[in-house]
């Protein structure tokens, strides 16, 4: 091995710019400052070191000569090195950054990436948001953050994806779609790449593709949110629309003309072809260092394509803006239809779980108990043709109504019927509270029934979270309103009966209303076919919602009373656990606490004594509960 020699391969003209300590600091550890522009490159050894301190495009130039030299090469801050101090993670200061250079005690293969010819120091980037998304803020100042966020979003308002073909190395091309796609040399050197990755350090013979292929602009606003509170890498799982190339070398092309920015300079192209030309020895910064020695160098290759739009999706893409929310993809479509006209038909096994259902809910009311309801809920197969003929009514597709409507009656039908019956067998006449809690439905039952109706929707909409589809039956609680009628009807009950027949057609209609709305917004219908059915649902909902908002105003009347009496000192005894049973006439159930049992005079006195506060007469049910 030769004798090694350090140079500073320098723009003279703007060392001379820098401060008289930093100079001082040259000029007392580097003996071997040359002139970029004149000296002889042929006369580095491959036991060198050269500390390069030269602009963004000579660098482009001189980088594959030093290369073929086999030394080893340093970068250092140049004032017109923006992409070389990005991607190849520089310290800003100078000193700093020839002291990390000194520092190294070894080097790291890098290759040298080109696009098109051209030597490529930080990033290529199609698109304009990956560059925005990822960009650090220059100021901590929360107003700063909430006006750029706001800019953000005024540039989502026109993003249109373009039609790609993708080729790497030996795989089959790929036909896509793309809002943004980024191409970096080192998924850790570029910070608009650190964002998208899980921590490896890329070998020196590949380099990364990032593909964005966004179905939404809540995606992005969704992803903006997520990197701004969890930061980079691992934690960050929003970027759902990405998908990550890791290869040799990579084309892309597209039919239609596209923006591209190379390292800062923009150009409008039709073609991209990426290759690694050679390698050379890299002098890592102490970052880069550091990097490496907590990360493993991963050199396997990747293609990733699951997230990228195929088929009739690519299509749909590019022919409009970017929607705001997801839009239901060919295939989508398909499938979902498909499903729900299955849902739709009145089969052997749903009439078998309408009928255990039901009976499980009526032994469940019967018993007092929440665990046995709840139980019959995920248990009832009622949802499915609800959801099925929400999208009838969308679509005005008669067929599927019909047949969802069919499927419905049938369920209720049975369920009726065998309410009935096990009522008619059963000797309890008593009123729980699992009923009194389903003859009083109110505005708020109607809230329920349409947020369980949107998540029904969209749980069937989306495969991946067709799992919660349990917890959407739990919510939405169809089936115990509907034994709770059939009792009362059993009973000859009519007021048990229309209450909780109420609240059944509360659910009923609610559901179908957004369940429309969250197919309607995930582009499963054009809004002109959808309008006539949205209307009549939502005059439905609204004709409902006159006795729910009675049923509410009284609730809250209800609750006025108990909290004006609980808690409430009479005549040395205070009044607990106060419960309105009826309202008219209105029966109330108390607690009465004190230090001896009272008298038939004293509980008179205590009744004449809410019958004042309340404003009217009042049955009493008296509990006493002496404390000594």
């Known amino acids: 091995m030769g004798t090694s020699t350090i140079y500073l391969y320098a723009d003279l003209d703007e060392l001379e710019n820098e401060s008289d300590k930093t100079k001082e600091f040259i000029q007392e550890n580097f003996p071997n400052i040359v002139d970029y522009r004149t000296f002889d490159l042929g006369s580095i050894t491959e036991d060198d070191r050269v500390f390069v301190y030269i602009s963004d495009s000579q660098i482009k130039l001189k980088l594959p000569e030093l290369a073929k030299q086999n030394c080893a090469i340093g970068f250092l801050p140049h004032p017109d090195a923006v992409q070389a101090q990005s991607g190849y993670r520089i310290p800003k200061d100078l000193k700093q950054a020839l002291t990390d250079l000194l520092e190294a005690e070894s080097v790291v293969n890098s290759g040298i990436l080109c696009c098109n010819g051209e030597v490529i120091l930080n990033y290529v980037v199609i698109g304009e948001i990956v560059t925005f998304l990822t960009k650090r803020s220059r100021s901590k100042n929360l107003f700063h953050r909430i006006k750029r966020f706001f800019r953000y979003l ?74 701004l509170l969890l930061g980079t890498g691992q934690k960050n799982k929003s970027f759902d629309f990405l998908s990550r190339f890791k290869t040799e070398d990579l084309s892309i092309s597209s039919t239609q003309s596209f923006s591209c920015n190379i390292d800062g300079r923009y150009s409008s192209l039709t073609e991209l072809v990426f290759s690694l030309e050679a390698s050379f020895k890299q002098i890592p910064s102490e970052s880069t260092r550091v990097n490496i020695e907590s990360k493993k160098t991963n050199s396997s290759k990747i293609f990733q394509t699951k997230n990228l739009p195929k088929g009739d999706s690519i299509k749909e893409m590019v022919r409009k803006n970017l929607p705001f929310i997801s839009h239901a993809s060919s295939d989508e479509y398909k499938e979902l239809f498909t499903q729900l006209r299955e849902n739709a038909k009145p089969t052997q096994n749903y009439v078998v779980l309408m009928i255990l259902s039901v009976i499980l809910a009526t032994l469940g009311v019967f018993a007092d108990s929440s665990p046995v309801i709840i139980g019959a809920m995920i248990l009832a197969p009622l949802m499915a043709p609800i959801i099925s003929f929400s999208m009838g009514v969308l679509r005005q597709d008669k067929e599927l109504m019909k047949n969802s409507f069919i499927t419905m009656m049938v369920g209720i039908g049975v369920g009726y019927l065998f309410a009935i019956i096990f009522t008619v067998i059963t000797p309890l006449t008593q009123i729980n509270s699992e009923i009194t809690s389903r003859i009083k439905p109110n505005i708020i039952d109607l809230g329920i029934a349409v947020v369980s109706g949107a998540a029904g929707a969209y749980a069937y909409s989306k495969e991946e979270i067709a799992k919660t589809l349990a917890g959407v039956a739990i919510a939405v609680a169809l089936v115990p309103p509907l034994a709770v009628s059939g009792i009362g009807i059993a009973w000859l009950n009519f007021e048990v009966f229309f209450g909780a027949f109420l609240l059944l057609i509360t659910n009923l209609t609610g559901m179908v209303l957004a369940a429309a709305l969250v197919f309607l917004l995930t582009g499963y219908s054009p809004f002109q076919l959808a309008r006539k059915g949205l209307l009549i649902s939502l005059f439905v909902v609204l004709s409902i919602s006159i006795p729910l908002a009675f049923g509410f105003f ?74 000594r």
């Open 154 to 227: 005024d540039r989502l308002r026109n993003i249109r994806a373009l039609p790609f073909t993708i080729k790497a190395e030996e795989k089959d091309a790929v036909d896509t779609a793309a809002t943004d796609i980024l191409v970096v040399q080192s998924a850790q050197n570029s910070v608009v790449s650190r964002v998208f990755t899980s921590g490896d350090i890329s070998s020196d013979n590949l380099f990364n593709t990032f593909i964005f292929a966004p179905r939404s602009v809540i995606q992005l606003i969704r992803s903006y949110i997520m990197k």
């Open 554 to 627: 009284k609730v809250v009347e209800e609750n006025k009373i108990i909290r004006s009496l609980n808690d409430t000192e009479i005549k040395g005894v205070i009044l607990e656990r106060v419960i309105m049973e009826s309202r008219k006439p209105m029966v109330i159930s108390v607690d009465v606490v004190a230090d001896s049992t009272p008298s038939n005079e004293e509980i008179d006195v205590i009744k004449e004594e809410i019958e004042e506060i309340v404003g009217e007469k009042v049955t009493l049910k008296v509990a006493v509960r002496v404390t």
